[in-house]
């Protein structure tokens, strides 16, 4: 559609005029109607995050650039973050901005075009970590010989897991807590790395054990199922643990870039659990190894002091010979020392007599007058000393003793206190054991009414109650025919009293006349006097 004719001045005819709103609504439509939902192909470039949350960044080629944007919820959702120079597939609708009137490209997510792209951007990362120190040997921690606790970050469901548990309990069992996380996905990074952080964060002897040692596991996968393990914040939470953590991503061919942070590579996660204790029976054996060494090494510096001694001994020659010259000295130096202490006595008498011989009387005196004068002296002075002592000390008794009285009101109040609480607590106890004692008086009675039941019940007199009854050969108790046989009188106990009886013979009962009845005479321990006639029935034989 021509707006404006050829010729220098605008048409003054029919022509609709258009608005600028207008234009750039067309505009819109047709862009976002020919083309909706697209996949472009191309290298990133001035990736900007304002702390909006938005991410804008170009996509260009060799010819062209377009611009791209994704919001905060879509960038959450991306399986892979934007970088500077990667190049990718961008999946999103195109439209236009008209504030600035040009279109733009609404990524909603990224693919890496292809796995070349996703290692040059995998060794981009691994330089810029490398080069911050992250991957250094000399902040590696080194692996505890053997931790009371494991903490495993890795899937609960998988097969990693049962690997690990298996290894551990074969080897050592030791205590493991799991922290289920993601292994691949949009997920995993961030999970894995609260994971790290969050072992990290438990209190030394809280209610949750700190781990001493951390493995993060996943079984093997691609390099796109691998690559949560490449994100910079796991590696850089894997960096930052201060609890050693071994590494066992993938099989032993699969690098990520957690393996360079990890204080130690496992080439697979049972070689982790490996690594994360030794063999509990080799670890016995190699104790009992060393302390039988010990036990050696100990015999035998042993015979080797005891023969060094017995050499010593030797070269030292016996007591007696070692003794006989200061004893030989001692018995010369005591012969001597007799006329030494005449000598001497003698030398004290003789300068004795001579200093007796000058002492005089008058000396004497004037010796005890010039001494009494300092006597005197020491005794004026020592007077006031002694009388301004006892003052000082009569005032610090005054001042302690006020002290003392406001302490000991207060013992005896405490005192008193204490004995009106005692008393108040014998008191109730007194009143608790008067009404426990007839309880107590009580409940034993009931449970000796009980017991005596229960002998009663459980006695043979009750079992003659219900028909049964004992046959007794004297003081013996018949249990069987035979024994029945061989004695021959008997005595029948039923529940209301004794029957004796006669036992039949073995020619009576090969007979058959057992029918009549013997009457015996009861034994002579046993045999009272009966009315005539009385209740007594005639006694019957036992078979």
Not at 378 to 392: H, K, T, V
Not at 470 to 484: K, M, P, Y
Request: charged share 30%; aromatic share 4%.
């Amino acid at each position: 559609m021509d707006i404006f004719e050829d010729s220098a001045e605008p048409s003054r005819g029919n022509a609709h005029e258009f608005t600028v709103s207008e234009i750039s609504g067309a505009v819109k439509r047709v862009i976002e109607g020919e083309f909706g939902h697209v996949r472009v192909r191309g290298e990133i470039s001035r990736v900007s995050r304002p702390s909006s949350g938005h991410l804008y960044f170009d996509l260009k080629d060799d010819r062209a650039v377009i611009a791209a944007v994704s919001w905060k919820g879509q960038v959450a959702r991306m399986s892979v973050r934007p970088e500077e120079g990667m190049e990718v597939i961008a999946i999103g609708k195109l439209t236009t901005f008209p504030g600035q009137s040009k279109y733009q490209l609404i990524v909603e997510d990224i693919v890496p075009a292809g796995a070349g792209a996703l290692m040059v951007m995998l060794e981009k990362r691994r330089a810029k970590l490398a080069a911050e120190g992250l991957f250094d040997a000399g902040r590696k921690k080194p692996i505890p010989y053997l931790p009371e606790v494991i903490g495993v970050v890795t899937s609960p469901s998988g097969a990693v897991i049962r690997d690990i548990l298996h290894r551990l309990r074969d080897r050592f069992p030791r205590r493991v807590l799991i922290w289920p996380v993601a292994v691949q996905g949009d997920r995993c990074a961030p999970e894995v790395a609260a994971a790290i952080a969050g072992f990290n964060a438990l209190e030394v002897g809280g209610g949750i054990p700190r781990p001493d040692l951390l493995i993060v596991a996943r079984g093997g996968g691609s390099i796109e199922d691998l690559w949560g393990f490449n994100e910079e914040a796991v590696v850089r939470a894997a960096a930052a643990s201060r609890i050693p953590l071994i590494s066992a991503v993938g099989h032993e061919t699969d690098t990520t870039l957690i393996d360079h942070a990890a204080d130690r590579r496992a080439p697979t996660p049972t070689a982790a659990a490996e690594m994360a204790v030794p063999v509990r029976a080799d670890l016995i054996a190699w104790t009992d190894e060393q302390g039988a060494r010990m036990t050696r090494a100990a015999l035998h510096r042993m015979q080797v002091r005891r023969q060094r001694l017995t050499d010593l001994a030797r070269a030292m020659g016996r007591p007696e010979a070692l003794v006989r010259p200061s004893r030989q000295r001692l018995d010369l130096w005591g012969d001597r020392l007799a006329p030494a202490l005449m000598l001497g006595l003698t030398r004290r008498r003789a300068a004795f007599d001579r200093l007796a011989a000058e002492v005089r009387p008058t000396l004497i005196r004037q010796f005890l007058s010039q001494e009494r004068r300092v006597l005197d002296r020491f005794g004026l002075a020592l007077a006031p000393a002694l009388m301004a002592r006892i003052a000082r000390r009569r005032e610090d008794c005054a001042k302690v003793s006020a002290r003392l009285d406001p302490v000991f009101a207060r013992a005896l109040a405490d005192a008193r206190k204490r004995n009106d609480k005692l008393r108040s607590d014998l008191f109730r106890l007194g009143q608790r054991l008067d009404q426990t004692l007839p309880l107590r008086l009580a409940a034993l009675r009931q449970r000796l009414e009980a017991v005596d039941r229960l002998r009663l019940t459980l006695g043979y007199t009750e079992t003659l109650r219900r028909g049964f009854a004992v046959v007794r050969a004297g003081a013996h108790v018949v249990t069987t025919r035979a024994d029945a046989i061989r004695h021959e009188a008997l005595e029948i106990e039923f529940r209301d009293g004794h029957l004796p009886v006669r036992a039949a013979t073995e020619g009576e009962l090969a007979g058959g006349d057992i029918t009549a009845p013997q009457p015996v005479a009861p034994p002579a321990r046993t045999r009272k006097a009966k009315p005539e006639g009385g209740g007594g029935g005639a006694q019957g034989s036992l078979f």
